[in-house]
């Protein structure tokens, strides 16, 4: 059974920092490319960050310079660092497996993150 599983969102001021996380499980982890998406309310799904099984990573203009994905395979684990944070990064946080292009079917119930003085 796959589980995807977000958590460490929260409320922070403009200019602040948070760390989400994806615990993964029922995956081949190491194998699998990785994405962080985003959508908030009223908007379409927004791709964040793209984290190849080797470590390479991409990042959505919108986040480039601010955001930093990572992952650990050991762990099954990856995260998005995220600063700087802005009102318009507002959105309900996902991870999923990202391989040519395309989300798997399975996911996880997402993390708030809110940004808001």
């Known amino acids: 059974q796959v589980q995807l599983v977000e958590s460490g969102g929260g409320l922070v001021q403009p200019g602040g920092s948070l760390r989400i996380s994806c615990a993964t499980s029922?995956?081949?982890?190491?194998?699998?490319?990785m994405a962080w998406c985003r959508q908030a309310p009223g908007k379409q799904r927004e791709l964040v960050a793209v984290?190849?099984?080797?470590?390479?990573?991409n990042y959505a203009d919108s986040v480039k310079g601010r955001f930093t994905t990572s992952r650990d395979n050991a762990k099954n684990t990856m995260y998005l660092q995220m600063n700087k944070l802005k009102p318009e990064d507002t959105a309900v946080y996902y991870c999923?497996?990202?391989?040519?292009?395309?989300?798997?079917?399975?996911w996880g119930q997402g993390t708030q993150v809110t940004v808001s003085s």
């Open positions: 999923n497996t990202y391989n040519e292009g395309r989300y798997s079917a399975y």
């Open positions: 029922g995956i081949v982890f190491g194998i699998n490319d």
């Open positions: 984290i190849s099984r080797g470590g390479r990573t």
